[in-house]
């Protein structure tokens, strides 16, 4: 009996819809606020159309939503999805994140390395804090900017390297990997900073502790050292 070619071999073109449709959810989770279907077809260099009939399907799947005026933002069904995504490392950090969020009155935040991005997986901010700096999960940015990309950076290994071709190491991690911890300032965000630790654990992806906060009078080894204390926390839930 004949074999039938799938189009899963390593020269098959990506599947042009689906590719259409992960960069729709994309641009949305960017935007940080709800785009027209105009927007979003011009944004994508896509015909209005095209757009259209995209969008329709990811809302039957609930991944999108439109409000009143048409306008479209990201549904509740990507909520229950980004749960499932290393959900013992959310686990085992949620109760540390919100417990040095509350101690320190900072924004913390877990982040996770995805190819050439490190991508906010979940955030706590403080609870009796007069004004927070805002964290949204699926936030992502450079491996290269920010102290949780320098953070990861500082413990990955040869092979891991070698995966991610172009990028290169900064002198940064060297440091950091010497005292535990990573900062940042005006990198990701101008006029935030950012401590960060690196957090290692089997089968989970390589990822970084970190808070966010706006002032600069801060004692960096006290909140690195309280990172530490929480990544190590966490590592030991996950063993």
């Known amino acids: 009996m004949p074999s039938i070619d799938d189009g899963a071999g390593p020269s098959a073109p990506p599947l042009q819809t689906l590719s259409r449709g992960i960069r729709m959810l994309e641009l949305l989770a960017d935007a940080g606020e709800p785009l027209s279907i105009p927007a979003i077809a011009s944004r994508l260099g896509l015909h209005r159309s095209i757009a259209y009939r995209i ?11 439109r409000d009143a005026a048409g306008a479209v933002e ?33 924004t913390a935040f877990l982040a996770v390395l995805d190819r050439h991005d490190v991508v906010t997986l979940v955030t706590v901010e403080p609870t009796h804090a ?10 992502r940015h ?13 413990v990955l290994t040869d092979a891991q390297w070698s995966a991610l071709p172009g990028e290169h190491v900064r002198d940064e991690a060297e440091l950091a ?15 935030l900073a950012s401590i960060a630790v ?33 990544a190590s926390a966490i590592e030991s839930d996950l063993r």
Do not use: C, K
């Open 177 to 191: 990997r010497a005292r535990g911890y990573a900062t940042s300032h005006d990198e990701v965000i101008a006029g």
């Open 55 to 65: 969008l329709r399907t990811l809302e039957d799947h609930g991944l999108v939503i």
């Open 74 to 106: 990201l549904g509740p069904r990507m909520a229950t999805l980004a749960r499932a995504v290393s959900r013992d490392l959310q686990s085992a950090a949620l109760p540390q994140l919100t417990a040095v969020a509350n101690e320190l009155g900072m």
């Open 198 to 230: 690196p957090v290692r654990a089997p089968r989970q992806p390589v990822a970084a502790l970190a808070v966010v906060y706006v002032t600069n009078d801060v004692d960096a080894d006290a909140l690195g050292a309280r990172l530490r204390q929480a």
């Open 130 to 139: 007069h004004a927070t700096v805002a964290q949204r999960p699926g936030t």
């Open 142 to 154: 450079p491996l290269a900017s920010g102290a949780p990309g320098i953070a990861i950076q500082s």
